[in-house]
């Protein structure tokens, strides 16, 4: 028995090992992280070096949609709506696919950003937007392929896209304004109705001021008639404070919504409170 154990141990170690051999991909990776105002930009891309080759014109053809970049998709997501070139973009993330030519370049953001390259079929459905880039010329040449925000302003940036001797430039424009203005009336307005719900239920599931906790369930509830969840808790707050009269009422009130929002879990657990608190 020992000596098997002790030659099967021996072809074991004779075995080949087929450790994973690491390596760098001839395109590096790049990521860049921006924000511009309050708005975060996020851009994922590889960058091809031009390794003595002719790229516009050559390499990358004039007039043929490009990757605009090397292996996966170059992907860009933004935290809010932006404008580019005058024209909306929604929120979100998009694959960029470009049309190089020599004096500007179409850009196109495409919904599908899970394609390796360019997509097998192309569908005009999924392109989100269109913009022209103005095309400059460097007066130096740049080896690998580099996507740049530029220019960042509070309300704005300039995206170039860089290689061999040429700049392609994107202007985009972020709603700072408007989400500035939006944070500081909802400040000055003081809490929301979600907020003293946040509080009150803090303050009842942590055994504190059940009468505070109840003073702010009664504002997330007012004119509340959607919020099941929160007339609920007004419910089970109003019970521990000897409210027996309010807790009913405010438990057949959850009760009500939660059947019309068909939340069975709701639905149950209601009825159970309402048959322990005696409720005809």
Do not use: C
């Not at 105002?37 to 043929?64: A, Q």
């Not at 292996?71 to 709506?81: C, E, K, L, R, V």
């Not at 999924?126 to 925000?149: D, H, Q, R």
């Not at 959607?226 to 109003?238: Q, V």
Request: hydrophobic share 40%.
């Amino acid at each position: 028995m020992k000596k098997s154990i002790l030659v099967l141990f021996t072809a074991l170690l004779a075995l080949p090992s087929y450790a994973q051999i690491k390596s760098p991909q001839p395109s590096a990776f790049g990521k860049i992280e921006q924000t511009v105002g309050l708005t975060d930009v996020k851009i994922e891309y590889s960058r091809p070096n031009m390794k003595g080759r002719t790229i516009f014109g050559d390499l990358v053809p004039f007039g043929e949609i490009w990757r605009t970049g090397a292996n996966s998709n170059t992907i860009i997501s933004f935290s809010d709506d932006v404008t580019i070139e005058g024209k909306s973009l929604e929120k979100g993330t998009y694959a960029i696919y470009t049309i190089p030519n020599k004096d500007s370049w179409q850009v196109i953001f495409y919904k599908d950003s899970k394609n390796w390259g360019t997509p097998e079929k192309w569908e005009e459905s999924k392109v989100a937007l269109k913009a022209e880039a103005k095309v400059s010329e460097l007066p130096f040449k740049m080896e690998t392929f580099t996507i740049i925000p530029n220019d960042i302003l509070t309300n704005s940036m300039v995206l170039d896209f860089v290689w061999e001797n040429t700049a392609a430039s994107l202007t985009i424009n972020v709603p700072t304004e408007q989400n500035t203005m939006a944070s500081i009336e909802k400040v000055m307005s003081g809490p929301t109705k979600e907020d003293y719900f946040a509080a009150a239920s803090y303050y009842h599931e942590s055994g504190k001021d059940l009468k505070q906790a109840h003073e702010w369930v009664l504002k997330a509830t007012e004119g509340n008639n959607d919020a099941y969840w929160m007339w609920r808790r007004r419910s089970l707050i109003e019970a521990e404070l000897g409210m027996k009269k309010e807790a009913i009422s405010s438990a057949n009130k959850s009760l009500d919504l939660a059947q019309k929002a068909n939340n069975k879990d709701y639905v149950k657990m209601n009825q159970d409170s309402l048959k322990k608190w005696g409720a005809k």
